[in-house]
């Protein structure tokens, strides 16, 4: 079988060698994925694990705009859209000046997994530029949004791809990309998920990647007669998936501990409560500083300057910030300080050694295309909802989102139970590919 794994790997090394985050990516399935596939005759000499690490399509693009001083800047856009075997390419833009095209295989890769957990009929895609939305002004950002989307808009639309938000794209960026595909269309369409309420946004949307991450953490704990109440957590970045993962801790009764940026960590020992949370949400959002302002208002809290929040003390450990940023070196020490359960908020947050070393030592450990689909989810309820010209209430999508996380769960169960622990990567991995993979059997090499 080891053969077998590194004859696979080596040829996608050969095509992908200057791409480490996509090939981070593809390591992470094969050990799990491999061995199913021989297993499974249907699957025998259909190349299938091959096909699915090539996507069907990218497109890279050329972004001029104007800043404020009247300079003329250019940046690269791209989108990578990876497999349409169950749906329409389906997956976030991200604006941040470390964006290249292995970080976008990678987040597309996922994402097609991702989407087949969910169970609605959503490929995978994913996309964005080497933009950075910080320290610009409105006009700024708005320019290179109708730049971005005067090109973009030729190759999605609501039955063909169907881009949302990630890092740096939020709900001003998705309103400017938006209001230019519909100018350059003349048409208002769900081409976009992550709007606005009064013009086509779902309830619970902004909320629903992080809420979505503490169900599955709460799904997991309740599976084995625990839950987050009481418990100290320990959160990481204070984006969308961070603020909403807070709150959610909150509402269930968990003290969270720490929030960070890519400045530092800060962490309050008494707990940051909703009033604290929303002054939070207010330095991001809306005056888009630091979070060691914090301090100004509640200063018994302290700041850790370029410090992650791993190695203080918790029970828990949501990494919400981005990929890669929680070492070998940071899951032992959560370990050792007592951390039992690890959900991940952000994609592939854990480098591979620190996955191992939760798996070796039993930690509830749940991989980010698990615990962080319910952002997706009502993404595809969101497009559900465009395409019925409804609304549902914030209840019924809650609901709908809860019972997404827990059917998660349970596929998760159906392939990663082993004798005395859950590998809930496994699980994932292999319930994420047999939907796929049967897709794209049944429909010929294409
Ligand atoms: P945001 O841009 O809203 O927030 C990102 C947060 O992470 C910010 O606090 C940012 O700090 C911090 N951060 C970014 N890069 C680094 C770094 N290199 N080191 C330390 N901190 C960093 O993004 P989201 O919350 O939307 O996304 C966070 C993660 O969740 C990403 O991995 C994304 O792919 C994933 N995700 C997002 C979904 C969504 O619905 N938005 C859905 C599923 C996954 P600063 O403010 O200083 O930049």
Request: contains cysteine; glycine residues 10%.
């Amino acid at each position: 079988m080891k053969k077998i794994i590194s004859d696979f790997l080596s040829e996608i090394d050969k095509r992908n060698s200057h791409e480490p985050e996509f090939m981070q990516a593809v390591r992470e399935v094969t050990d799990d994925l491999i061995p199913y596939i021989v297993s499974q005759d249907i699957y025998h000499g259909k190349n299938i694990l091959m096909r699915m690490c090539e996507p069907e399509r990218v497109i890279m693009f050329r972004v001029n705009w104007v800043d404020d001083n009247g300079e003329i800047r250019v940046n690269r856009g791209y989108r990578v859209e990876m497999n349409s075997a169950i749906g329409p390419y389906k997956g976030g833009l991200r604006f941040h000046p470390s964006v290249n095209l292995s970080i976008l295989k990678f987040l597309a890769f996922e994402q097609v997994f991702k989407n087949s957990l969910t169970t609605l009929p959503m490929g995978g895609g994913k996309g964005g530029a080497d933009f950075d939305p910080k320290n610009k002004s409105d006009g700024e950002v708005m320019r290179f949004c109708q730049s971005f989307m005067t090109e973009l808009f030729r190759h999605i639309g609501p039955n063909k791809d169907i881009p949302a938000g990630d890092i740096g794209v939020g709900g001003r960026e998705i309103g400017y990309l938006f209001g230019q595909y519909k100018r350059l269309k003349n048409e208002f369409t769900g081409v976009l998920t992550g709007k606005g309420i009064s013009w086509g946004g779902s309830l619970i949307r902004p909320e629903a990647t992080g809420y979505g991450t503490v169900y599955f953490a709460e799904d997991m704990l309740n599976y084995e007669g625990k839950s987050t109440k009481g418990k100290s957590v320990a959160i990481s970045g204070s984006g969308n998936v961070a603020q909403y993962a807070a709150e959610k801790c909150i509402h269930l009764g968990a003290k969270v501990i720490t929030m960070s940026d890519s400045s530092g960590t800060l962490f309050d020992k008494d707990g940051i409560n909703e009033n604290k949370l929303s002054h939070i949400m207010y330095l991001k959002n809306e005056k888009r500083s630091r979070i060691h302002e914090y301090l100004k208002k509640f200063p018994s809290a302290e700041f850790f300057e370029n410090k992650n929040p791993w190695n203080l003390k918790c029970d828990i450990a949501l990494p919400c910030a981005t990929q890669n940023e929680l070492s070998y070196k940071d899951s032992k020490m959560l370990i050792k300080n007592g951390c039992f359960c690890v959900a991940e908020g952000a994609n592939m947050p854990c480098q591979p050694g620190a996955v191992k070393e939760f798996k070796l030592n039993k930690i509830l450990y749940a991989p980010g295309k698990a615990s962080n689909a319910g952002g997706v989810a009502v993404s595809g309820l969101e497009m559900a909802q465009n395409s019925l010209k409804y609304s549902w209430t914030r209840d019924e999508v809650d609901q709908k989102l809860k019972e997404i996380m827990i059917n998660i769960h349970k596929s998760c169960l159906e392939y990663g139970k082993q004798k005395n622990y859950i590998d809930y990567n496994k699980g994932a991995n292999i319930s994420a590919f047999i939907k796929v993979a049967d897709a794209m059997l049944a429909q010929g090499v294409v």
